[in-house]
């Protein structure tokens, strides 16, 4: 038993039903998720993305991966969201630290005692200074940001969403327009799963 359980390789789908078990048993307010979801004008997919009060990519890694990837995709995160983690086993643990900044979040997926797989928060993810204000609104359809300012309508109309994401980066705040996004996100037609502890 001991050693099937040592030998077991961590796919992304192992992994993400863990990740998503930890929200369900560590957030005592809802936690909305989302998965798979395109940003940077799609030239990046975040694996899974949170949203209590502003978004939180999780990016997996897994025992198949190459860590080294993340190097490629870290730009395009931290352009996107405030707050980044990854997700990884034993396997990358040690070079996900050595490549990753201070500001990503460190989470561990492993195998219990009891042969199910677990994910536990090694660092808590810091505020990224990054964040670019006109790229993270690029993760908005453009009848989602003419939502913004709904009485602009027809102005915002004849304008293209690289525009109109670089007219309200101008006049907004980066945590306004992160928190923005979450709300907008949420009003997609797409896999939403709602969870409370």
């Known amino acids: 038993m001991a050693s099937k359980t040592a030998d077991k390789k961590l796919n992304d789908r192992l992994i993400r039903d863990a990740l998503i078990e930890f929200f369900i048993q560590k957030y005592t307010a809802r936690t909305q998720i989302i998965e798979e979801l395109h940003v940077a004008n799609g030239r990046a997919k975040a694996d899974v993305v949170t949203i209590f009060d502003e ?19 870290q730009p395009f995160y931290e352009k996107v969201f405030r707050y980044n983690s990854v997700v990884t ?7 996900a ?5 201070e ?15 677990v994910v536990r928060k090694i660092r808590r993810a810091k505020l990224n200074h990054n964040f670019d204000k006109a790229t993270a609104l690029l ?24 525009k109109i994401a670089s007219e309200y980066a101008t006049k907004l705040r980066k945590k306004t327009i992160s928190k923005l996004i979450a709300e ?8 939403k799963l709602q969870y409370y502890s």
């Not at 630290?97 to 900044?101: D, E, S, T, V």
């Not at 453009?142 to 027809?154: G, T, V």
């Open 139 to 162: 993760t908005l359809w453009k009848s989602e940001m003419m939502e913004l300012e709904p009485q602009d309508w027809q102005h915002l109309k004849k304008m293209s969403r690289e």
């Open 103 to 117: 500001e990503w979040g460190i989470f561990l997926a492993s195998i219990s005692e009891e042969n199910k797989v």
């Open 97 to 101: 630290k050595q490549i990753l900044p």
């Open 184 to 191: 907008l996100l949420l009003k997609r037609d797409v896999t």
């Open 89 to 95: 086993t034993r396997k990358h643990f040690e070079k």
């Open 55 to 73: 978004p939180h990519c999780y990016e997996i890694k897994s025992d198949l991966d190459r860590i080294e990837r993340i190097s490629e995709q």
